[in-house]
């Protein structure tokens, strides 16, 4: 099995920073595509930022210049560092990563529980 947890979240006043984290663990052959989706309430899930494990990323255009994807390989972890945070950042951010499970072929998605990030004054 394997598990990703999400921590870093919380309330930050508009205009700060926070540096959410997302750590693998399980029976892990290999991670691939690593990234960050983020759901408001009422709203869909949207996509974040994705970073490869050959370290090239993109990002949603609504965090383009605030937020950074960054991983650590040997950590089996993942980071999303948010800067000028918005009252619309406000929302659930949850980690994805492509994986393959020891044993098995296959490479499939896991998703962690989410974070909770509250952007208010």
């Known amino acids: 099995q394997v598990q990703l947890v999400e921590s870093g979240g919380g309330l930050v006043q508009p205009g700060g920073s926070l540096r959410l984290s997302c750590a693998a663990s399980?029976?892990?052959?290999?991670?691939?595509?690593m990234a960050w989706h983020r759901q408001a309430p009422g709203k869909q899930r949207d996509f974040v930022a994705r970073?490869?494990?050959?370290?090239?990323?993109n990002v949603a255009d609504s965090v383009k210049g605030r937020f950074t994807i960054s991983r650590d390989n040997a950590k089996n972890a993942v980071y999303l560092q948010m800067n000028s945070l918005k009252p619309e950042d406000t929302a659930v951010y949850y980690c994805?990563?492509?994986?393959?499970?020891?044993?098995?072929?296959?490479?499939?998605?896991?998703w962690g529980q989410g974070t909770q990030v509250t952007v208010s004054s």
């Open positions: 970073i490869t494990d050959e370290g090239s990323t």
């Open positions: 399980g029976s892990i052959a290999g991670i691939f595509d």
């Open positions: 994805n990563a492509d994986i393959r499970r020891v044993g098995h072929a296959g490479i499939y998605p896991w």
